[in-house]
């Protein structure tokens, strides 16, 4: 297999450099090949559990992946195929238990010679470079670095907001439901009897996204999208999603693919006004003639992600978000210079919008695009 051919290779070659994580998670991916259902999630679950065990023993980094990778029984012979295919040695792994005290050296886990001890350091320097990542601004990230932000993107929790339902269910915890109680009373001829109780079921809120992809926001609009994919796999039916620019577009079907590069590559050809002029006022305006009068805004939380550099007239654009301030929940204007130092919003388009907008927040770090996900889960 050319996985077993990598991993030879690697183990003739010591001096070829690969972190333990890019290993794992390389290996966490065929399985997933190999037809395993093997989610972001439970990737990282696997990376995890082995940087807390020995990662010098096979048989430690056979059962990480087995309890973390693997969600059936049938699951099972694949996942130990695969196993036996990227870590191959001596001792097979189909005997784990009559070998369990037997240590394996596996060079294709450790990329640094130095043993678990190495291997541990080199996870936590790891760990600290995605810190470090978090608070970078992306605009000035390097290639290398955008590929290990698109792996934390898909890691990132998602929750949407709820509403109750205004229709209650009979639920024994739930409060004192006084018109069935009433009813039964009634039935009995007014003689008291068990209290009827009922709850009203949580639902899903609707999120919509109008993501600005014109010049200025060229450099974040790549991350916002990503953001915005991961959004849309986690509620695909309760999310919209729409660029600004010269003209609205609708992308939702594009970023409902499952695949981020593929999703995004479609929404980038989607797009015709993709890095060009803005004129939000009018944008908007289109937005709430169209989408914003129907149920799909109404009673939403939207996410407006500008810079809001207006070529148009900014009362316009003023005029517009008030309007769709009073249609939706809420209204969360994320800017990508909201975070930096110093910033002072003096655009003429961000103080025409400042007062019909419940939430002002930076949109520039993954730090800050998880603080956005928790304000509207909490919207």
Same mark, same amino acid.
């Given at each position: 297999?050319?996985?077993?051919? *990598?991993?030879?290779?690697?183990?003739?070659?010591?001096?070829?450099?690969?972190?333990?994580?890019?290993?794992?998670?390389?290996?966490?991916?065929?399985?997933?090949?190999?037809?395993?259902? #093997?989610?972001?999630?439970?990737?990282?679950?696997?990376?995890?559990?082995?940087?807390?065990?020995?990662?010098?023993?096979?048989?430690?980094?056979?059962?990480?992946?087995?309890?973390?990778?693997?969600?059936?029984?049938?699951?099972?012979p694949t996942y130990?195929?695969?196993?036996?295919?990227?870590?191959?040695?001596?001792?097979?792994?189909?005997?784990?238990?009559?070998?369990?005290?037997?240590?394996?050296?596996?060079?294709?886990?450790?990329?640094?010679?130095?043993?678990?001890?190495?291997?541990?350091?080199?996870?936590?320097?790891?760990?600290?470079?995605?810190?470090?990542?978090?608070?970078?601004?992306?605009?000035?990230?390097?290639?290398?670095?955008?590929?290990?932000?698109?792996?934390?993107?898909?890691?990132?929790?998602?929750?949407?907001?709820?509403?109750?339902?205004?229709?209650?269910?009979?639920?024994?915890?739930?409060?004192?439901?006084?018109?069935?109680?009433?009813?039964?009373?009634?039935r009995r001829g007014?003689?008291?009897?068990?209290?009827?109780?009922?709850?009203?079921?949580?639902?899903?809120?609707?999120?919509?996204?109008?993501?600005? #992809?014109?010049?200025?926001?060229?450099?974040?609009?790549?991350?916002?999208?990503?953001?915005?994919?991961?959004? #849309?796999?986690?509620?695909?039916?309760?999310?919209?999603?729409?660029?600004?620019?010269?003209?609205?577009?609708?992308?939702?079907?594009?970023?409902?693919?499952?695949?981020?590069?593929?999703?995004?590559?479609?929404?980038?050809?989607?797009?015709p006004d993709w890095?060009?002029?803005?004129?939000?006022?009018?944008?908007?305006?289109?937005?709430?003639?169209?989408?914003?009068?129907?149920?799909?805004?109404?009673?939403?939380? #939207?996410?407006?992600?500008? *810079?809001?550099?207006?070529?148009?007239?900014?009362?316009?654009?003023?005029?517009?978000?008030?309007?769709?301030?009073?249609?939706?929940?809420?209204?969360?204007?994320?800017?990508?210079?909201?975070?930096?130092?110093?910033?002072?919003?003096?655009?003429?388009?961000?103080?025409?919008?400042?007062?019909?907008?419940?939430?002002?927040?930076?949109?520039?770090?993954?730090?800050?695009?998880?603080?956005?996900?928790?304000?509207?889960?909490?919207?």
């Open positions: 297999m050319p996985q077993a051919q *990598d991993t030879a290779a690697h183990t003739a070659e010591p001096q070829t450099e690969h972190s333990a994580e890019e290993i794992l998670l390389a290996f966490a991916a065929a399985v997933r090949a190999a037809g395993v259902k #093997v989610t972001a999630d439970r990737a990282r679950s696997f990376v995890d559990a082995v940087s807390r065990l020995a990662l010098d023993r096979r048989t430690d980094v056979f059962w990480a992946g087995r309890g973390t990778l693997c969600a059936a029984p049938e699951d099972l130990q195929r695969t196993f036996e295919a990227w870590f191959a040695a001596k001792h097979s792994a189909a005997t784990p238990l009559e070998a369990s005290a037997t240590a394996v050296s596996a060079a294709a886990l450790d990329d640094d010679g130095g043993g678990p001890d190495g291997a541990r350091n080199q996870l936590r320097a790891l760990a600290s470079r995605r810190e470090r990542l978090r608070h970078r601004d992306v605009a000035t990230l390097d290639d290398a670095e955008r590929a290990l932000l698109a792996r934390m993107f898909e890691e990132l929790p998602v929750r949407l907001p709820t509403r109750a339902s205004r229709r209650r269910r009979q639920d024994r915890h739930g409060d004192v439901d006084r018109v069935r109680t009433l009813r039964d009373q009634l007014g003689e008291p009897g068990p209290l009827r109780r009922a709850r009203a079921p949580r639902k899903r809120r609707r999120v919509l996204w109008l993501i600005d #992809v014109s010049g200025s926001m060229a450099p974040y609009a790549d991350s916002l999208l990503r953001l915005a994919h991961r959004v #849309v796999a986690a509620a695909p039916h309760e999310v919209e999603v729409f660029t600004l620019g010269t003209r609205l577009t609708r992308v939702t079907a594009a970023l409902g693919l499952p695949d981020t590069e593929n999703a995004l590559a479609l929404a980038g050809r989607t797009v890095s060009g002029g803005t004129r939000l006022g009018e944008v908007l305006r289109a937005f709430n003639d169209r989408w914003g009068q129907r149920v799909v805004a109404r009673g939403a939380v #939207v996410v407006i992600a500008s *810079d809001g550099w207006e070529r148009g007239d900014p009362a316009l654009l003023g005029r517009q978000t008030e309007r769709l301030h009073h249609l939706a929940r809420r209204v969360i204007w994320a800017n990508p210079h909201r975070g930096k130092p110093g910033y002072e919003p003096s655009q003429q388009g961000i103080k025409a919008v400042l007062p019909h907008v419940d939430f002002f927040i930076g949109g520039h770090s993954m730090q800050s695009f998880e603080e956005l996900l928790d304000v509207v889960a909490n919207a």
